[in-house]
């Protein structure tokens, strides 16, 4: 075949990114559409249902930071406390130009539902700064997280507030945002303190196999999936959308079961590989290089041509609002493995459904990272350090009886898969309600 690297300039046009930021896409009113489905399917006690159709808390600083060039930069971060009824609000930090308040919200009542599910002792929460990580120097980056976390001050904790990394962070956020937390509570307390956030890097506190979690969480899934149907992972074919942390290492994980990645796409733009791509070499070229922009094994094609790519697997591992009714249309998967949180609109995933195509949903499927995120949690406060294999192993278990309970419940009560995930977060977060009952 001819490969074509494609370059900044010949990237296919920008529909994604203009698409994910359509003004009329309200991510939130989407989760809370489906919280109210769910309630339904469970006869939720209509208090609770009040209760967590809105955050506990939503903080938004604006804090200033020095940019190289000496000019003074004026960002605004969020961070959003969903509930704590199970435990500390747990949730990523996303550093992305479209990051909204209404944004975070979602993605922090998303990991109240992801925690409940996977039976953990968390609440939910999520933050973010609104800027373009790939457009500040290194230097900048680091001034921009640690003046961040000065800003959110005791608004997190590792009793409180743990945050994580998400899109446009990493174990290197985390790193700088545990030293900053460290540094202001002062000398007697800094060892105490290192559970503050998850996903640091494992010299500094972090866990084994927590880098990969959220894809070998989706691998699990898939793998159920593909049990349950007889399907054979060996020799089938996929496309992912995303080659970050996510849709790299499901891509790297999934080349060891036989499974070839033949198209990719980014925010750079989309490529093709009929015989498959090196996952691992194309993981280690956007380490490098920031994206899949450039490199040399692919054809670039446009994105309306990568959703209508003929595979056997789709995974969005990207952002939200990515499959609407367009691309609902013409995927040719078999399943759908929601790596990103919010890929599938609701108009798409009725059509997917109606097309017969599975979904994995988000909140069961890429819950990989928020539980291993709490095996680094848990490691921290007693400060051991477990293996791979240990982690993995939890990790496989987790996932692959969560993923039962959610088919169960689906079968049961002929419900998808989402609203079954849904439902069972739901009803754990119920009962505890019901026993504690509202203060005063
Ligand atoms: P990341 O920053 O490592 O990667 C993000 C990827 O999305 C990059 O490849 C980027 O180029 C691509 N992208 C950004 N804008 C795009 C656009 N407009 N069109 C196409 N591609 C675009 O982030 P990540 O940690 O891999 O997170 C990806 C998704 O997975 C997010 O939705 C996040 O909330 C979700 N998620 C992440 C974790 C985790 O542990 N990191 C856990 C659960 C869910």
Known sequence: MTSKPIS????????????????????????????????????????????????????????????????????????????????????????????????????????????????????????????????????????????????????????????????????????????????????????????????????????????????????????????????????????????????????????????????VGDHAGYLYNPEGFNAHKLQDYVLQNGSIGGYPGGKAITREEFWAMKADICAPSALENQIGEAEARVIQAKVIVEGANGPTTPEGEKILLDRNIDILPDVLANSGGVTVSYYEWVQNKRSETWTLEEVDEKLERAMKRVYKNVDDFARQRKVDRRIASYALALARIESVYKEREIFP
């Open 8 to 263: 900044q300039t010949n990237i296919p046009a920008a529909p994604a990114s203009a698409r994910s930021m359509a003004p009329e896409y309200d991510f939130f009113k989407v989760v809370q559409g489906y919280l109210d489905q769910a309630a339904k399917v469970i006869n939720l006690e209509p208090y609770v249902a009040t209760i967590l159709s809105q955050p506990k808390n939503e903080i938004i600083v604006n804090f200033p930071v020095k940019m190289d060039n000496g000019e003074v930069r004026l960002f605004k971060g969020y961070r959003v406390q969903h509930n704590n009824l199970l435990g500390p609000f747990k949730g990523g930090i996303r550093y992305a130009q479209m990051v909204t308040l209404d944004e975070v919200k979602a993605l922090a009542t998303m990991m109240t539902w992801k925690g409940s599910l996977m039976g953990l002792p968390y609440g939910g929460g999520k933050g973010g700064i609104k800027f373009d990580p790939r457009g500040v120097t290194k230097g900048e980056l680091q001034r921009i997280t640690r003046r961040f976390t000065h800003a959110l001050g005791e608004n997190i904790g590792p009793e409180y507030d743990i945050p994580a990394p998400d899109m446009g962070t990493n174990s290197q956020t985390m790193a700088w945002m545990m030293d900053t937390y460290s540094n202001m509570v002062g000398s007697n307390q800094k060892q105490s303190v290192k559970g503050v956030v998850t996903g640091k890097p494992v010299a500094s506190g972090g866990t084994l196999g927590r880098t990969k979690a959220t894809g070998q969480g989706m691998v699990h899934c898939l793998t159920e999936w593909a049990r349950d149907k007889g399907f054979n992972l060996e020799g089938s074919t996929m496309i992912v959308q995303g080659f970050g942390n996510v849709g790299s290492h499901f891509a790297v994980l999934l080349a060891k079961l036989g499974v070839s990645t033949i198209a």
